[in-house]
């Protein structure tokens, strides 16, 4: 069992920064592959960004390439999504999830977090 538990959410004016973190309660971190999705009021959730185990490669949907940085640090269980120039059209709940597939497909994710609120402000 995998427990995820993010933080750092909050209001942001467009153009700002903001840093989520994701702890993980598990005993073997590495086996998964950690991402960040989100979920905007009326839409599906979608894909964000993600990081193999090693955390030697990562991906990034197309609107935060450029913007957004997935990393991981495996000595302390944990998964972090930095946001920069944040657009009010990334306003939305953001979710950290693992998966020992964890590839683009929001089926392939194994475990969920709670999910933490940014809004971005006009």
């Known amino acids: 069992q995998v427990q995820l538990v993010e933080s750092g959410g909050g209001l942001v004016q467009a153009g700002g920064s903001l840093r989520l973190s994701c702890a993980a309660s598990?005993?073997?971190?590495?086996?998964?592959?950690m991402g960040w999705f989100r979920q905007a009021p009326g839409k599906e959730r979608e894909f964000v960004a993600r990081?193999?185990?090693?955390?030697?490669?990562?991906y990034y949907t197309d609107s935060v390439k450029g913007r957004f940085t997935i990393s991981r640090d495996n000595a302390k269980n944990t998964v972090s999504l930095q946001m920069n120039s944040l657009k009010p059209e990334d306003t939305a709940v953001y979710y950290c999830?693992?998966?020992?597939?964890?590839?683009?497909?929001?089926?392939?994710?194994?475990?969920w977090g709670q999910g933490t609120q940014v809004t971005v402000s006009s």
């Open positions: 598990v005993r073997t971190f590495t086996i998964y592959h």
């Open positions: 990081v193999t185990w090693s955390g030697g490669l990562t």
């Open positions: 999830a693992a998966g020992v597939v964890g590839d683009g497909n929001i089926k392939d994710w194994d475990y």
